[in-house]
């Protein structure tokens, strides 16, 4: 069955340092992938938007990378800030029209 | 307001009642989506719908879960016979264009489901 992977545990970093999450999936051949930005108590909110034909995409501070032979997208925020915590959900289209989403890592950045 | 809005932003049942869930979508969005979360989980999608239409209800997890877009802009989720399985926050999405999946989807803040 298809199933997406994203590190369960926090990342913890040190404010400045650049945060890299990962999102692993099998059993997909996605033509496209997203990744969304989740406060507590909040609705995610859209960040980036990466098709099977693009190696990377930035858009400010942040860089999503998308191999297709390694079935893995990583998401980088680079000089990261308190600002930046948050869960992070990596989303992918199944063939479908709505999107599958992981389970999200929850990232700490500390001041 | 310009965003998605979800209502009541709280709710909680006792087991075996019925409940209904109103999401009002960004106007002119033509693509309109539920979905689960369970705590610490991603959205799991419920059902879509294009206008009024209601193109895929493969997510719902029961016959007891039913939404309908009537007039292709609020929608409703209700749950009868409510269950404490169904405790969860439920997500409506919408987005401007048909299908969604390769466009941003604009969330709500959710509706925090509590069944007793």
């Known amino acids: 069955s298809q199933k997406i992977e994203q590190n369960s545990e926090a990342l913890n970093i040190q404010e400045g340092k650049t945060a890299t999450l990962t999102c692993n999936y099998t059993n997909y051949s996605p033509a496209y992938l997203q990744w969304y930005r989740q406060d507590p108590g909040r609705g995610p909110v859209f960040l980036l938007l990466i098709r099977e034909n693009e190696k990377e995409k930035r858009k400010e501070r942040l860089k999503v990378t998308f191999d297709t032979t390694l079935k893995q997208s990583l998401f980088h925020i680079t000089a990261s800030q308190p600002a930046d915590s948050a869960t992070y959900l990596c989303a992918l289209e199944s063939g479908r029209r709505a999107l599958t989403f992981g389970s999200g890592t929850r990232l700490q950045v500390q001041p | 307001g310009a965003g998605v809005s979800q209502s009541p932003r709280y709710k909680v049942a006792k087991r075996g009642q019925d409940v209904a869930l109103r999401c009002d979508p960004i106007?002119?969005?033509?693509?309109l989506f539920w979905y689960q979360q369970a705590l610490g989980q991603g959205p799991e999608f419920l059902t879509y719908f294009q206008n009024e239409a209601q193109l895929d209800k493969s997510g719902l997890p029961s016959d007891r879960f039913f939404a309908e877009r009537p007039e292709g802009s609020v929608s409703t989720l209700k749950i009868q016979r409510t269950q404490q399985e169904d405790s969860a926050v439920y997500l409506c999405?919408?987005?401007?264009?048909?299908?969604?999946?390769?466009?941003?989807?604009?969330f709500g803040d959710g509706t925090r489901l509590s069944i007793l």
């Open positions: 106007s002119g969005h033509v693509s």
């Open positions: 999405a919408s987005s401007p264009v048909m299908g969604g999946n390769n466009q941003p989807q604009h």
